[in-house]
């Protein structure tokens, strides 16, 4: 019998890639600063900083 799943059940995760212009991959971090958390994304490549993956293009 097949398991009942609600009908907003994730049944596979899509994981995105973003890519820098300078060629490198993007890696979004978490950091935690005074109690709160920051998310930044990074390139691994020329190790640029932004807010979001978004702004590197």
Do not use: H, W, Y
């Amino acid at each position: 019998m097949a398991q009942a799943r609600s009908k907003n059940a994730r049944t596979s995760i899509n994981k995105q890639k973003f890519f820098c212009s300078c060629g490198g991959e993007i890696q979004v971090k978490q950091l935690s600063q005074s109690g709160k958390k920051k998310i930044i994304a990074e390139c691994g490549n020329c190790k640029r900083v932004e807010r979001r993956p978004s702004d590197f293009n």
